[in-house]
């Protein structure tokens, strides 16, 4: 399996779960990004990622994905900084490709159909 940098916009509940497991499966987490006061220093740390609430990108990041609630994502795309072959991708299964940039040249919706809960072991083999 190929291994990638990937970094998160957002350190809530799917962003955490998605991060370690990703972290877990060998792929490096360059960075999480999230604002002062929340989750994401954590779970930086957890992923040994790098942490900052700007959305500023390490050049090496491959894909990035977006996990944040459906309103804010227009406004942190308005925000990112990141390399041009970078894949952005969010995780909202209500919202197209549309909302994307046009300068953003590799774009896609990253919608796994399946609850994400706390405390939940899942099994990702089988993720639809």
Known sequence: MKKYNISFAGAGRLAGILCREL??????IDMVVSPE????????????????????FPESTRVIFIAVPDSMIRGVLKHIKCSESAIIVHTSGSTGL????????????????????HGRKLNFENLP
């Open 98 to 117: 549309d909302i994307f940039p046009e300068n953003f040249l590799r774009t896609g919706v990253f919608y796994p159909l399946q609850t994400f809960s």
């Open 37 to 56: 006061g929340g989750r994401g220093p954590a779970l930086a740390e957890e992923c040994n990622a790098g942490w900052s609430d700007a959305m500023v």
């Open 23 to 28: 972290c877990s499966k060998g792929h490096t």
